[in-house]
Structures are given as structure tokens and as C-alpha cells.
């Protein structure tokens, strides 16, 4: 009797799974974005900085499955090995990003989200998850990546995510806005008001370069560019 009503149970709540909505970003970017290509659009192109992994807190796998493609750059050995595996027909790229070519530390944890260049943020991460090991990882400007890997020099960029755990305002710096000014962009800044948000650098820095805040998400802000 307890499992017949327990069946009952589970075959209800799948009466009403039509209706739900699947996201893959950590909080729900991606369904955000879906609102803000409502038209539909095919072939769209995107540059995710600091992509993680193919499927897991990711803003760009959503499109992927309806066949847009991009640009995915991580400085993580293993995540761009698995983004080669399970998203084959994108770009994948391993560099860490920064202002300048050079060598630095990379700090990589048990739970890979928490991988960051930051000694700041390493130490803080370092209780929440094991750190696996140090190694030295070469890092570039943005602009110089892209030119090297977008398949067309004119490539316009339909929406970037950048997520790099501290270096976040570095990737800003590094890119050639003139060239590659993505139509929306997503970054994770570590403000909490409203306040600390129109204050911080990034935001300055975005609004500076033609760009205005659309919402914030936990601590994602997604800015839509002017044209």
C-alpha cells in the first residue's frame, strides 16, 4: 500500500515536468539570456572566459545544444580536455588571461571552482575545499587570444562570460574593445549592495566602455553594450 502510494506520488509530479525549465548555469544565467535572445536566433557565437566545464555552472551549454558555438578559455588542463570530449565543435583554449604574457602561479583545489591566480582568494578558498597543488600556468591578454582563435576577424560576439575567480578586472583590461565588444557580458564580481556594485571598478570600467547594467544575479551582473 505505502509504494502504490508512493508511485501515485511520483506520477503526479511528472504530470507537471512539461512545464518545467532546465538551467544549466549555477543560477540561472542562461535562462536570463534565453529572454534576451527571445527571437530565437541560430548560430550564435560566444566567448566564455574561465569556462569550468562543458556542462556544470555553465552560461554557454544551453546555446551549445541549439547549435551555436565559441570560444571557451580555461587555464585548467583537465576541464579544456573535457570540453574537447563533450564540446567538440567550439574552440577550446588552455590559457589562464591576464595584462600582460608571463608566467604565474595557478592554485587548483579538489573542487575546480574555486581554481583561481588570486593568493588572496586561495587562501580563503583553502577552507572550504583541499587544495590539490600549485603548478605555473602561462597567461595572455584576452585581444591576443581571440585574434588567434576567433574564425573571423570581423566574428561578432553575441554575448562573453568571464568567471575567473579574482582575475576578473584583468580580462577587462586585456581585451581590444574596439575589436571584440561582445553584445551582452557577464561577470562575477564579489559586491553584495547595490552600492558596492555602481562602485566597483568593473562596473566603472564597463560603463566607461559603452556598457549599462541589465540585472544582477547572486553575483552575476550581465551588461548589455549600447550600439
Known sequence: MAFNKLLLRIIKRLAWVEYADLFWSQNGEDIILRGLFSSGRENGFYVDVGAHHPKRFSNTYYFYQRGWRGVNIDANEEAIRMFDIYRPEDVNVCSGVGTTASTIKYYKF???????????????????????????????????????????KNQRIDFMNIDVEGMDYEVLLSNDWKAYSPDYLLIEVGSETKEDVDSSKEVIFLKSKGY???????????FKLAR
Open 110 to 152: 579538489e573542487e575546480p571552482a574555486y581554481n583561481t591566480f588570486s593568493e588572496v582568494l586561495h587562501e580563503r578558498y583553502k577552507t572550504r575545499s583541499p587544495l590539490k597543488n600549485v603548478v605555473d600556468v602561462h597567461i595572455r591578454p584576452l585581444a591576443e587570444i581571440l585574434r588567434q582563435y576567433l574564425p573571423d
Open 212 to 222: 549599462s547594467l541589465l540585472v544582477m544575479v547572486n553575483n552575476t551582473l550581465i
